[in-house]
């Protein structure tokens, strides 16, 4: 673990994802990396990496994430996060708008492309991709599997270029693996 790594305090990097989520993107992608280095390190208690791992989830837009592989007082810190998280989308979202039609009328081939463009470099695309796809990805109204794809979105735009796809359908899984390939190429 490097020592910035070593000098955040857990109280510090619960209260940079919850900052990062609420749409800071520069900031998500460096807490994507800590939080991931820490959920694989050995050397860290089983209760922190668990912790991390809850916190990519959160940084990718889960807002349910599961935490029963936390101790009490991690929970219970989680919980009121995500409640704070969800009330300041909440207000922040027009009463009218729907976050799906922002790409209404995009292919899966078009949205991926969009994704992939920011992805390798365009910031002002990918710090709007990065808060619409973390808005889907806690939004009840889509199905489980654009939720899926959102979260997923959501990390690759957060700077995990080799997410978990597991969770994604058939259907989303082989075009992000390809669009993943390609953001890869040296």
Known sequence: MS???QGLS??????EVEHAALGNLTQGTHLARITERISKDAQIS?????LAKVLRQILAGERDPELSALPAAFAKIIQEMIQDLLEDEQSRKPQD????????????????GMVESAAKGDMRLGAQ????????????ALEAGLRSLAQVLSLILAGDHDPDLSSLSAQFREPVRQMLERINKP
């Not at 089983?46 to 668990?50: G, I, L, M």
């Not at 729907?98 to 081939?109: C, S």
């Not at 991709?129 to 009840?140: I, R, V």
Request: aromatic letters at 4%; charged letters at 30%; hydrophobic letters at 40%.
């Open 3 to 5: 020592e910035e790594e």
């Open 10 to 15: 857990l109280g510090q990097l619960v209260v």
């Open 46 to 50: 089983d209760d922190v990496r668990a």
């Open 97 to 112: 708008a729907n976050p799906a039609q922002d790409e209404e009328g995009l292919t899966l081939d078009e949205f991926l």
């Open 129 to 140: 991709l990065f808060s619409l796809t973390q808005q889907m990805s806690g939004d009840a």
